[in-house]
């Protein structure tokens, strides 16, 4: 069975910290792929990122890079140099061979100013 | 402008009576689905297609129903709505495979969301 675990439901850090949120996927599948969204107050879904399970080289985006670890099944997202304007819900989603999507349950970051 | 449009945005009804949210995607995107999201749980899938007229369940099928007779439209459906199924629902599109090449602009779009009350 397929499945995404955000162990962290909430997390608050000071502005500037770097913080690092977890997800931790379940499949039996080898070509799959992980992805992370960001839902603002605002409520709208915004894609992040995607990530085959091919592919294991971390990637950085601006303040924002992913680890991902097959041997682990972790694809952690860590945000640097925080920022007010990343207070958000973050997703992490799997879609595997069966093209069903499963999303985790969601982080809720809190960045206080 | 690439978009994935749903409505109603919101909506009120009773229990029992029939209703459809419309979703439609300008990018000709093989992969749509519905989604809802509820406190605590995240977002569920309901339903999935991978192209027209090839539809399947996701994890929380029960109470709807969806087609998908053209390319850019996959409605949900309720044929009798219950107070379980008040809910945020989302629409969503994306390319139908997405190979193996590394790109953070290949995107999974979403509508803006259908916040559905169900008395």
């Known amino acids: 069975a397929q499945k995404v675990t955000q162990a962290q439901t909430e997390i608050s850090v000071v502005e500037k910290e770097d913080v690092t949120l977890d997800c931790v996927y379940e499949?039996?599948?080898?070509?799959?792929?992980l992805f992370w969204y960001k839902q603002p107050p605002s409520g709208e879904l915004v894609f992040l990122i995607r990530?085959?399970?091919?592919?294991?080289q971390n990637e950085i985006s601006g303040r924002y890079s992913w680890n991902f670890q097959k041997s682990t099944s972790s694809f952690n997202f860590t945000i640097t140099a925080s920022q007010v304007v990343d207070s958000a819900v973050y997703f992490c989603?799997?879609?595997?061979?069966?093209?069903?999507?499963?999303f985790g349950k969601g982080t809720r970051l809190h960045i206080l100013p | 402008e690439a978009q994935v449009t749903q409505n109603p945005r919101y909506l009120i009804t009773v229990t029992g009576k029939k209703l459809t949210v419309t979703c439609s995607q300008n990018?000709?995107?093989?992969?749509m689905s519905w989604y809802r999201q509820d406190p605590g749980l995240g977002l569920r899938q309901i339903y999935y297609?991978?192209?027209?007229?090839?539809?399947d369940k996701g994890d929380v099928p029960e109470g709807y129903k969806v087609s998908r007779k053209e390319k850019r439209n996959f409605p949900l459906i309720l044929e009798s709505p219950s107070p379980n199924q008040t809910s945020l629902y989302f629409c969503?599109?994306?390319?139908?495979?997405f190979g193996f090449g590394r790109s953070l602009n290949n995107e999974q779009y979403f509508g803006p969301g259908t916040r559905l009350t169900v008395t």
């Open positions: 969503a599109s994306s390319l139908g495979s």
């Open positions: 499949t039996r599948d080898t070509t799959y792929y």
């Open positions: 297609s991978m192209n027209v007229e090839v539809t």
């Open positions: 990018m000709n995107h093989e992969y």
């Open positions: 989603a799997l879609r595997s061979g069966d093209d069903k999507i499963i």
């Open positions: 990530r085959n399970s091919f592919d294991e």
